[in-house]
């Protein structure tokens, strides 16, 4: 797949220079805004084009928990396009490209549509327009239940189009432009048709660096003349396609605001913008019937979402998906966890994926590290109970049912992950003080051993039989003596050994010692020197000197 030059425009977002490709079909030569577009997509570039698989290394299973929690989270990004994704972008490819078969910028029916609109503006009068324009707009809705991804999949689809395009010269003319390929809005809260145009203005300023809510988000300004002027900007920038999702929005407007909205819609496609319309059930009654003839005379038809069948595609998107486990004892996939992840999902792959993470987090962090069948059953029997009205609504396939968990409160997925990351975090802390103190332990045994080793040295025990008898004294009862216990303990029982034990022949030579790091050796050549037994083992690095960071715990 070629790439497209990028760019920043002044003031603006990032946009891709213009490289006007020759077109197979003929109703798209000789017009530089499909021209500017990338190439039609076959069924196996748009595959390669939408799929997303993040980056994963298998050595990553052995990094610290608190880090893998961060590294599952990459499962998000992860996109596996199934035949109606495919559909999808092949819908809106044409439907962009339709679009701009009578919007040429070279065609004066443009200019002089651009100028009566221009004309409505200043008469605040929408319906001026002469109709002058051929529109060839088209129309189309996709509807779905919430969280079942129709929001994901146009995001990817219309990640396959460049959003912003920039033309300076087309054809040995002049022709400095800024096409804005799509545009992606939410229907206002309220289904209010001013809340769509400001947020409208809105974008087109962060994207262009316009100042079109300056001049026209003004609440004093008439809707009569912001409808108008909206249109007015998705022409002059040359909008391939507008994008309205939430449009059940509309169910809450008030008497009569559903209607102004569609009848705003169907305006604007009128103008030779194609609409997209995206919503859940509640949105049905205020669809059916409008946009009718754009839907007709496009051929799109309308997209409804359902929950995937267990079939080859949800296969397809599982097997994808299980190959990043970040857990130190990966499994195999399954038919149970087909199964079980199908069943507890309802069939919704945003729900599944959401669910593979949440059990990846659980095993991490509860330290088993194995993702299981009954442990992804408990963590959506814990974490799922706020959606499981509209999952099993889904699974009744009852429209009625669903249409009535449409604001079905979402997953709260990064609160589970923040408290699982507290909970690893917490017992890494615990880990850490725990071996600190080992260590702190192990420390002052070791000087209270080798302090107890040298007094009784001082005392003419033979640093063999010290350090035995030291060794005794601790491992019986170490813990309930100090040092002055330890050194007087096992002085006794240097006394009893020395009285039990025959009476050496003949004295050790000092010729005999041939171990330099024996003990006695150092201890006598020291007292030669005058230096103390303490002294001595020091100078050999017998003794740790541990006094300086001895309470230093980190």
Same mark, same amino acid.
């Given at each position: 797949?070629?790439?497209?030059?990028?760019?920043?425009?002044?003031?603006?977002?990032?946009?891709?220079?213009?490289?006007?490709?020759?077109?197979?079909?003929?109703?798209?030569?000789?017009?530089?805004?499909?021209?500017?577009?990338?190439?039609?997509?076959?069924?196996?570039?748009?595959?390669?084009?939408?799929?997303?698989?993040?980056?994963?290394?298998?050595?990553?299973?052995?990094?610290?928990?608190?880090?893998?929690?961060?590294?599952?989270?990459?499962?998000?990004?992860?996109?596996?396009?199934?035949?109606?994704?495919?559909?999808?972008?092949?819908?809106?490819?044409?439907?962009?490209?339709?679009?701009?078969?009578?919007?040429?910028?070279?065609?004066?029916?443009?200019?002089?549509?651009?100028?009566?609109?221009?004309?409505?503006?200043?008469?605040?009068?929408?319906?001026?327009?002469?109709?002058?324009?051929?529109?060839?707009?088209?129309?189309?809705?996709?509807?779905?239940?919430?969280?079942?991804?129709?929001?994901?999949?146009?995001?990817?689809?219309?990640?396959?189009?460049?959003?912003?395009?920039?033309?300076?010269?087309?054809?040995?003319?002049?022709?400095?432009?800024?096409?804005?390929? =799509?545009?992606?809005?939410?229907?206002?809260?309220?289904?209010?048709?001013?809340?769509?145009?400001?947020?409208?203005?809105?974008?087109?300023?962060?994207?262009?660096?316009?100042?079109?809510?300056?001049?026209?988000?003004?609440?004093?300004? %008439?809707?009569?003349?912001?409808?108008?002027?909206?249109?007015?900007?998705?022409?002059?920038?040359?909008?391939?396609?507008?994008?309205?999702?939430?449009?059940?929005?509309?169910?809450?407007?008030?008497?009569?605001?559903?209607?102004?909205?569609?009848?705003?819609?169907?305006?604007?496609?009128?103008?030779?913008? %194609?609409?997209?319309?995206?919503?859940?059930?509640?949105?049905?009654?205020?669809?059916?019937?409008?946009? /009718?003839?754009?839907? /007709?005379?496009?051929?799109?038809?309308?997209?409804?979402?359902?929950?995937?069948?267990?079939?080859?595609?949800?296969?397809?998107?599982?097997?994808?998906?299980?190959?990043?486990?970040?857990?130190?004892?990966?499994?195999?996939?399954?038919?149970?966890?087909?199964?079980?992840?199908?069943?507890?999902?309802?069939?919704?792959?945003?729900?599944?994926?959401?669910?593979?993470?949440?059990?990846?987090?659980?095993?991490?962090?509860?330290?088993?590290?194995?993702?299981? %069948?009954?442990?992804?059953?408990?963590?959506?029997?814990?974490?799922?109970?706020?959606?499981?009205?509209?999952?099993?609504?889904?699974?009744?396939?009852?429209?009625?049912?669903?249409?009535?968990?449409?604001?079905?409160?979402?997953?709260?997925?990064?609160?589970?992950?923040?408290?699982?990351?507290?909970?690893?975090?917490?017992?890494?802390?615990?880990?850490?003080?725990?071996?600190?103190?080992?260590?702190?332990?192990?420390? =002052?045994?070791?000087?209270?051993?080798?302090?107890?080793?040298?007094?009784?040295?001082?005392?003419?025990?033979?640093?063999?039989?010290?350090?035995?008898?030291?060794?005794?004294?601790?491992?019986?009862?170490?813990?309930?003596?100090?040092?002055?216990?330890?050194?007087?303990?096992?002085?006794?029982?240097?006394?009893?050994?020395?009285?039990?034990? %025959?009476?050496?022949?003949?004295?050790?030579?000092?010729?005999?010692?041939?171990?330099?790091?024996?003990?006695?050796?150092?201890?006598?050549?020291?007292?030669?020197?005058?230096?103390?037994?303490?002294?001595?083992?020091?100078?050999?690095?017998?003794?740790?000197?541990?006094?300086?960071?001895?309470?230093?715990?980190?």
């Amino acid at each position: 797949m070629e790439k497209q030059n990028k760019v920043i425009i002044p003031n603006g977002g990032e946009a891709v220079m213009a490289e006007y490709k020759e077109q197979e079909v003929m109703e798209y030569r000789n017009n530089p805004f499909i021209e500017a577009l990338p190439p039609i997509l076959s069924k196996e570039e748009a595959i390669d084009k939408l799929a997303y698989y993040p980056p994963f290394n298998e050595s990553e299973r052995n990094l610290d928990s608190h880090i893998r929690l961060h590294l599952v989270q990459r499962l998000f990004q992860y996109y596996q396009p199934i035949f109606q994704t495919l559909d999808l972008e092949s819908r809106v490819s044409r439907m962009v490209r339709m679009g701009y078969v009578h919007r040429n910028p070279f065609n004066p029916e443009f200019a002089k549509g651009l100028h009566e609109n221009y004309k409505s503006i200043l008469n605040a009068n929408i319906d001026m327009y002469n109709g002058s324009l051929k529109s060839t707009s088209s129309a189309m809705t996709i509807l779905g239940p919430s969280g079942i991804g129709k929001s994901r999949m146009i995001n990817v689809v219309l990640s396959a189009l460049p959003q912003l395009i920039v033309h300076s010269r087309y054809k040995n003319n002049d022709f400095n432009m800024y096409q804005l390929v =799509w545009l992606k809005l939410d229907c206002s809260f309220d289904g209010n048709i001013k809340g769509v145009c400001i947020d409208a203005y809105r974008s087109l300023d962060s994207l262009l660096g316009t100042s079109y809510y300056k001049r026209f988000g003004s609440a004093r300004m %008439p809707i009569a003349s912001m409808q108008p002027a909206l249109s007015q900007m998705l022409r002059v920038h040359g909008v391939g396609l507008l994008v309205i999702d939430e449009v059940q929005s509309l169910s809450v407007a008030k008497s009569g605001g559903a209607e102004k909205m569609m009848n705003f819609f169907h305006y604007l496609s009128n103008m030779g913008t %194609p609409i997209l319309l995206i919503g859940t059930p509640k949105a049905l009654p205020y669809l059916r019937g409008d946009l /009718r003839q754009a839907r /007709r005379g496009s051929g799109q038809g309308d997209m409804v979402i359902e929950r995937m069948k267990k079939d080859l595609n949800w296969d397809l998107i599982l097997e994808g998906m299980w190959d990043y486990q970040w857990v130190r004892k990966p499994t195999a996939l399954t038919q149970e966890f087909k199964d079980t992840l199908y069943d507890e999902s309802g069939g919704i792959t945003d729900i599944a994926i959401k669910l593979f993470v949440m059990a990846q987090v659980k095993a991490i962090s509860s330290g088993k590290e194995e993702i299981t %069948p009954p442990l992804i059953r408990k963590v959506a029997r814990e974490n799922l109970q706020l959606i499981q009205p509209m999952i099993n609504a889904i699974r009744s396939g009852d429209i009625k049912a669903i249409s009535r968990y449409e604001d079905i409160t979402p997953i709260d997925i990064e609160g589970f992950i923040n408290q699982e990351f507290a909970t690893v975090s917490m017992n890494d802390k615990i880990k850490e003080i725990q071996k600190a103190k080992k260590k702190q332990e192990k420390d =002052w045994k070791e000087n209270v051993r080798e302090q107890a080793i040298l007094k009784l040295i001082e005392l003419d025990v033979e640093p063999a039989k010290a350090k035995k008898c030291v060794d005794s004294v601790m491992k019986k009862q170490g813990q309930e003596l100090d040092i002055k216990g330890i050194v007087k303990e096992a002085f006794k029982l240097s006394i009893n050994i020395a009285e039990s034990a %025959p009476q050496p022949t003949k004295k050790p030579k000092k010729m005999e010692l041939q171990n330099k790091q024996d003990l006695r050796l150092i201890v006598s050549e020291g007292k030669e020197k005058g230096v103390s037994a303490h002294e001595s083992l020091k100078e050999k690095g017998i003794i740790k000197v541990i006094e300086n960071d001895f309470f230093n715990v980190g």
